[in-house]
């Protein structure tokens, strides 16, 4: 019952991404053109596709890849397979990639795909037909100079790797950049796993230095226990020293103030498809996690989790946005009246895409790089980033969303003029 009534209220994600934008460009006092031709994506595909299923019957999928803006460079942003997907999420996100490899300064645009469907009920098999259906539908729209999709919920580096040959197979020669997140035997980079997780940990060693929060006796709580949220258990661990007290899956979550062992959290995962029944922890809800007595709360599942219902209980000093989208513009003015210091989505995890971004100089030079070097990139970009956010919102006194928004907006903006677009 209370999922459902959740489901109910949930904001329409491209307008909170629309209201966003509007909020920072009115500080920025920006163009009115600029400002409406940053408010729409470019282009949009919404595609039909259909597959024979291992029982010999066909279905068909819905599917979509939306390309923000491309002033900066071709688009690029992830891929989502999830049963609840809808355009305008996947515009939301395609806007949040914008902004994302803006504030990081790597010369990529913005663009986001899904397909709505259940992963979790399709075979391999299927799994597999359905990612080569996706690639040859969309085919002639992407590529390594004009979108390059990448991993998101529910996708893994298998999957690229069946996106990157159907698409090498249409085009006829290996083209390895067309797609991020690939296992490293075919065009993957080094640090490409774990980088959403690291780069957000990067960020958060800066915001507890700015903060004066010891985080070695800080304790985490994490939402969600994927590719971002299981990373960001073992690296907050073992990078930052933190003690992390909760996580939690779609199953449900576990609590132990005493702290939780990442590694242990991981193989349960692997072994039983979920952390909700880890030995030697209190079983709590999702809901219940969010609102724990941590330093660190780092959202790392999907949209608006954090709304004008439950913000004014949120105990965390910091809020490490791993997920995209997690905060709704009311929960954000909440927080920042409560002293939390959220660092937002298109920041915190920028350090999947800026590690997609080496995976894609990589692989159009054909030369590899140390993991060492990866890492040592990635937080330098994470860094200055975060540097140049936090003085942008010291300087005018505003959130670091909105801040992060004005640095991407000019930026972005700065591009299109450029090009004589506006
Ligand atoms: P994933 O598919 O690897 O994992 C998703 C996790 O979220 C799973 O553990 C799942 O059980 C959990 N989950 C789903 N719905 C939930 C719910 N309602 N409550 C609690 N947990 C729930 O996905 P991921 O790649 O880790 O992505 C997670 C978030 O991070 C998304 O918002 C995604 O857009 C964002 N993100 C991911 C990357 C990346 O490189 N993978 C980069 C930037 C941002």
């Known amino acids: 019952m209370a999922h459902a009534q959740l489901l109910e209220e949930k904001i329409n994600p491209f307008h909170i991404a629309q209201q966003q934008l509007d909020k920072a460009a009115a500080i920025l006092k920006l ?31 819905n599917a979509y890849r939306v390309q923000y803006n491309d002033a900066r460079g071709p688009n690029k942003g992830g891929i989502r397979f999830h049963p609840e997907e809808t ?22 645009g913005g663009g986001k795909g899904g397909i709505i469907c259940d992963p979790k009920s399709l075979s391999e098999t299927e799994l597999e037909r359905l990612s080569r259906a996706y690639v040859r539908a969309i085919s002639r729209f992407i590529g390594p100079d004009k979108d390059i999709p990448a991993p998101d919920v529910y996708t893994t580096p298998q999957i690229m790797a069946w996106m990157m040959d159907e698409y090498s197979t ?40 700015h903060l ?18 299981q990373y960001a258990a073992t690296l907050f661990h073992d990078l930052l020293g933190c003690r992390i007290v909760a996580v939690s899956d779609t199953r449900g979550g576990v609590y132990n103030p005493g702290g939780l062992d990442p590694q242990a959290l991981v193989n349960e995962k692997r072994r039983t498809g979920t952390v909700a029944n880890f030995p030697g922890a209190q079983q709590i809800s999702n809901d219940e996690l969010l609102e724990l007595d941590v330093e660190v709360l780092a959202p790392s599942a999907l949209e608006e989790v954090i709304t004008e219902h439950n913000a004014s209980r949120i105990r965390a000093n910091i809020i490490a946005e791993l997920a995209n989208g997690p905060t709704t513009p009311a929960a954000d003015e909440i927080l920042f009246n409560n002293n939390v210091f959220v660092i937002p989505d298109f920041l915190c995890n920028a350090g999947g895409v800026t ?23 990635l937080d330098r970009k994470m860094t200055e980033a975060f540097r140049a956010v936090l003085n942008t919102s010291t300087e005018f006194g505003v959130d670091m969303r909105t801040a992060a928004y004005m640095v991407s907006i000019q930026r972005v903006a700065e591009a299109m003029k450029l090009r004589g677009w506006v």
């Open 31 to 61: 163009d009115s053109g600029i400002h409406t031709a940053l408010r729409q994506p470019a282009r949009e595909m919404h595609v039909t596709l259909t597959i024979k299923m291992d029982d010999g019957s066909c279905r068909t999928f």
């Open 87 to 108: 355009i305008d999420t996947v515009r939301a996100l395609a806007a949040w990639m914008t902004w994302k490899c803006a504030v990081v300064d790597i010369p990529l």
């Open 170 to 209: 249409i085009v006829g020669h290996h083209a390895p950049g067309v797609i991020t997140g690939k296992p490293l035997a075919i065009g993957g980079s080094a640090g490409r796993g774990d980088a959403t997780a690291r780069g957000g940990a990067y960020t958060v060693r800066e915001a507890a230095e």
């Open 212 to 229: 004066g929060l010891d985080l070695k006796s800080s304790t985490v709580a994490i939402q969600g226990f994927g590719n971002a949220g």
């Open 355 to 377: 590690v997609s971004y080496f995976e894609w100089v990589q692989n159009s030079s054909g030369y590899y790089w140390e993991e060492a070097e990866v890492h040592h990139r």
